[in-house]
């Protein structure tokens, strides 16, 4: 047989990149002899006007449009390219472009004003890829040798034809991986007999390939091993595996076909007699409160040292002996916040040392706008059937920790279904009662119940006042902004309410340091006058309830701004939370900034590696505090600068 033999290759995962155009040809009933004969570059330019038109396309996504021969007939090409805010798709468009065709509604136009028809069924979609230059080497033989030099890994697509027709199984597809990407470890510190360990292994920028594991014991045998994904990363595998001996052991990796560089890796595994913890103190604790938890050196002679060490503090801890193998720890928290257990045998951390225990406190978890906003004086919340209520949380100086709710009925004690919604620090309980009756409410943070539970609470139908509060409203700029050591006054407007003569207001300012006395004085008919002197600037919240209910906004966010001068203002922003010290690369980090004790300003971020910018979003909690999520991209040294009104947050 006669013809040229041809191999083209495309890397397809470049598939996603914008600068790379998508080849598409489709067939004229017409000659070529026929078509030659008008001017090319007006002829083109027609096929790229009718084209855009036809496809509903800006013409910026139609280049190189050029006209060849195929068995006499005249062939259309053009490169057709994807736009990151433009649709519809590639595929949209040539879904739309066969149907055009093969209903021969796309007639072109030459010159000449003469319609130009298609061949129905004759578009030809190149692959949507990188172009990868290949070279072949025809043989003695008659056979053919194709070289190419792959920069990227991922899957390419190799096409070959003879004599302009695809040779039997083109196209086809190929891997490529780089071995030496591959990521072993950290490997265990202890590597413990009898008991399941664990390391991993990433796989980023590696390629997607077989990837096969081998633990070979002192004695020669495959220890049993599992390979998981480690999270919904899959370019990052778990292996986890249980060697039954002791002694010097080697892990054997290869990816693909190839070895990873560096292996086998020696392993040195241990007797299985070691020390451990347990107990709840070793994973929670309550601030100002005695923790314990257990030691157990499984009767073996050693040196024995614990320390414990808050986010700001070093915590006492005492070590009292049982018996000969069992010791109790007892330490009392003075912050909350994650603080560290450094348990060391003979000088060296235990398995799983340091631990990492959360010390909360309940009694830091405050209700937004107070307790007697939804309260009455014999401290009892009342709730209108069939309407859902809503409690807001702030656990901001709680500590790490979930809040979670139990409401059942007194009589029946049937749970009434809740949501919670959280959103960083501030939580938000919602639920319905569908029957009359009282019921307990019980609120846990850590566990932990908050103080004075469970609340009463009486369920009953709607009153005749229902709606009132809606029509009760705030003026004033008091209600929103004030300055310290200065009286701020507004109006609350109640002469819409029907309620005329038996109205009276509730009206709180809560504080982060303190609460705010609101003087309330009657001037008209359901018209009050509220003033009070603020001592401290921050963020406040103002709640106002009109026949036991929140009125529309409540409650609402004051500002108290300093009087003196608030240049300084960035010295009194708070920042806290392990994404101050550390991060993992290509996960999301996070810390909580606290601007309550510096008035109202300006936050910003920006935390700089070594080449690159990471990403950093802030989340506004409407309550002075701020979430900060950082994704850095690439590893090393990072320099993470805070400002406050343009001032750097020390």
Known sequence: QRGAIQAKIFNLTAGDRYDIGQTISFQLHDTYEHIIQFPAQVLLNSFTVLLATRLKLTQERIRNVLLGKDSGRATVSFQLYEMPSQTPTNEQVIHHLRHLINKQTLNLLDPNRCVLNTVIGSVVVGPKGEPVNVKLFPQASGDYIGEFTPTKIGQHRI??????????????????????????????????????????????????????????????????????????????????????????????????????????????????????????????????????????????????????????????????????????????????????????????????????????????????????????????????????????????????????????????????????????????????????????????????????????????????????????????RGSYEAKINEEAEFTIDASKATTHGSGIPVVRLTGVQADVEVRVRQIEQNIFHCSYVPTASGAYLLSVTWAERQIRGSPFKVNVLSNTNVNHSASRVVCSGDGLKMGILGKEIKCLIDTRGAGPGELTAYCQGASKTAFCRLFDHRDGTFTLYIKPQESGKHILTIKYNDEDVP
Not at 198 to 204: G, R
Not at 226 to 240: G, N, Q
Not at 364 to 375: A, D, E, M, N, P
Request: proline share 6%; charged share 25%; net charge negative.
């Open 159 to 476: 096409d070959i034809t003879f004599a302009n027709v695809p040779v039997q199984g083109s196209p086809f597809f190929t891997e490529v991986y780089d071995p030496s990407q591959v990521r072993i470890g950290p490997l265990p510190r202890d590597i413990i007999a009898a008991t399941e360990n664990t390391f991993e292994i990433n796989l980023d920028n590696a390629g997607n390939v077989p990837l096969e594991i081998k633990i070979l014991s002192p004695t020669g045998v495959n220890v049993p091993l599992k390979i998981d994904d480690a999270s919904s990363r899959s370019t990052v595998k778990k292996v986890r595996f249980t060697p039954n001996e002791t002694g010097v052991h080697y892990l054997n990796a290869k990816f693909g076909s190839e070895i990873v560089p560096g292996s086998p890796i020696k392993m040195m595994v241990n007797e299985s007699r070691v020390v451990t913890a347990y107990g709840d103190g070793i994973h929670h604790a309550l601030h100002e409160k005695s923790a314990t938890f257990m030691i157990d050196t499984q009767d073996m002679q050693g040196d024995l040292k614990v320390r414990i060490e808050g986010p700001n503090s070093v915590i006492k801890n005492t070590l009292e002996r049982n018996n000969d193998n069992l010791y109790k720890v007892t330490y009392v928290p003075v912050e909350v916040g994650f603080v560290n257990i450094s348990i060391k045998w003979n000088g060296k951390d235990i398995v799983n040392s340091p631990y990492k225990a959360a010390v909360t406190n309940p009694e830091r978890v405050r209700i937004i706008g107070g307790w007697q906003s939804i309260l009455d004086s014999e401290d009892r919340m009342h709730i209108i059937i069939n309407e859902e209520k809503k409690i807001r949380f702030d656990a901001s100086h709680a500590g790490p920790g979930t809040l979670k709710a139990d409401i059942r009925g007194i009589t029946d004690g049937l749970r009434v279904p809740i949501r919670i919604d959280q959103q960083g620090t501030s939580y938000t309980l919602s639920f319905t009662a569908i029957r009359e009756g009282k019921y307990d409410i019980t609120i846990t943070y850590d566990g932990n119940p908050l103080p004075n539970m469970p609340i009463r609470a009486n369920a009953s139908t709607a009153s005749t006042h229902s709606g009132e509060h809606l029509k009760v409203e705030v003026h004033g």
